[in-house]
């Protein structure tokens, strides 16, 4: 695949691969609930007695529906009800976090370029073509997996002539030691985040930058990794409008706790940088990384 000879194709093929790799989260997440059906909701009202227990119960439900957004969203919805109470959904919030970093895990190894459109072709298969109600729900999985694959393929190589642009400049001076360019990447991505309301596309897009040069290093993908995380919390804000006092505080202990952690993590930015380059050679893989160790 060439990438675009002009800017607005490149804009053109950066939206395409958003759109995709959002839809292909979607169609993931929605095919998975529909077959794990009401388990989660039982897993998550009957196993949160313990903060740690709902931790590895945030963290599993997040992994398998892969979107942090519709499992806070999800337990906003439990406070409200009554299922929960505040204490018991702060460890699953906060296993939420940690279980949305396996997308960025996923889409790091290069690999899963030549795989993209196998995996569309085998899920649009079993989706279309094969009968029974669990075989079309699982094609719809691997045909969510199969488009965000295609979609974070589509990001890389949009991105890729911005590597000789005013685009990569600007990058280069995000990434001076500055405590102002820190929260300047950090506003920017948390921004983007919320309005996208994902944070593993905006994810996958500082990675995508970040594999073909147009971020230059880890000074400046750090700040936007952490903005992300925090931009992220705008779901369940929106989602807990209109909700009972219990479910609001719940959302804004998951923003309040996500901007603290984003704050000390920005501080110790300095040992990230020594530490991180030895778990990967990629760049996209070291953002991924950082991206799990800051939410674990």
Known sequence: MEAPNHWWEALAWLAGGIGLFLYGISLMSDGLRQLAGNRFRAIMAKSTRNPLVGFAVGTLVTIVLQSSSASTVMVVGFIDAG??????????????GLG?????QLIAFRFVDALALPVVA?????????????????????????????GF?????????WQDTTIRDWFVALGQPSLANRFLGLLVATLATAIVQSSAATVGIVMALAEQGTIPGLDAAIPLAIGCNIGTTATALIASIGSSGT???????FMVFRILAGMLVLLAQPWFIRWIPLTADSPAHQIANFHTIENA
């Open 83 to 96: 299922l929960l109470t505040l204490r018991q959904s702060a460890g699953i919030i906060l296993g939420c």
């Open 100 to 104: 949305s970093t396996l997308t960025a």
């Open 122 to 150: 085998i899920g649009i298969t079993l989706y279309l073509f094969v009968p029974g109600r669990t075989t079309r729900q699982a094609g719809q999985c691997i045909l969510g997996f199969g488009l965000l694959f295609f």
């Open 153 to 161: 393929l589509l990001m890389k190589h949009a991105v890729q002539p």
């Open 247 to 253: 479910a609001r505080r719940s959302a804004v202990f």
